[in-house]
């Protein structure tokens, strides 16, 4: 994450964070505050 929080479940991925969804798993990401995201 570049900037604001992305949250997975019961985490908070904030600033500095890597997070990775293996392919084929399912996920419900969401952000209150809005992200800037660097993607592969």
Same mark, same amino acid.
Not at 2 to 14: A, F, M, Q, T, Y
Not at 22 to 38: D, N
């Given at each position: 994450?570049?900037?604001?929080?992305?949250?997975? =479940?019961?985490?908070?991925? =904030?600033?500095?964070?890597? /997070?990775?969804?293996?392919?084929?798993?399912?996920?419900?990401?969401?952000?209150?505050?809005? /992200?800037?995201?660097?993607?592969?």
């Amino acid at each position: 994450m570049l900037s604001g929080e992305v949250i997975e =479940g019961d985490r908070r991925h =904030g600033p500095g964070s890597y /997070v990775v969804f293996a392919q084929g798993t399912s996920h419900r990401p969401r952000t209150e505050t809005g /992200v800037r995201t660097l993607e592969e």
